[in-house]
Nanobody
Framework: QVQLVESGGGLVQAGGSLRLSCAAS????????MGWYRQAPGKQRELVAT???????NYADTVKGRFTISRDGAKNTVYLQMNSLKPEDTAVYYC????????????WGQGTQVTVSS
């Protein structure tokens, strides 16, 4: 099992910045991609950004140029730097980790609320 602990959410005004962190612990052998998803009220969960173990990144079009995903392999931690935040970024943000051994496993964090006021 992999445990994920998220931090860094909160309330910020439009145009502001926040940095989310997600630390993985437990059975971390085989961790491949790490990423962030979000879910706004009444909407489906959507991908925000992912980063592979090799450092390849992928972003949703809505956050390109404003958000940056990074990871610290030594700390098994993934970060999401969010700049130029907009009210439409308001959502619960979930950390996601893919682990591959003989099987593929997906783990989710508990979620952290990000609220952007106009």
């Amino acid at each position: 099992q992999v445990q994920l602990v998220e931090s860094g959410g909160g309330l910020v005004q439009a145009g502001g910045s926040l940095r989310l962190s997600c630390a993985a612990s437990g059975s971390i052998f085989g961790i491949n991609a790490m990423g962030w998803y979000r879910q706004a009220p009444g909407k489906q969960r959507e991908l925000v950004a992912t980063i592979t173990s090799g450092g390849k990144t992928n972003y949703a079009d809505t956050v390109k140029g404003r958000f940056t995903i990074s990871r610290d392999g030594a700390k098994n931690t993934v970060y999401l730097q969010m700049n130029s935040l907009k009210p439409e970024d308001t959502a619960v943000y979930y950390c996601n980790v893919e682990r591959i051994t003989t099987m593929r496993y997906l783990y989710w964090g508990q979620g952290t609320q990000v609220t952007v006021s106009s």
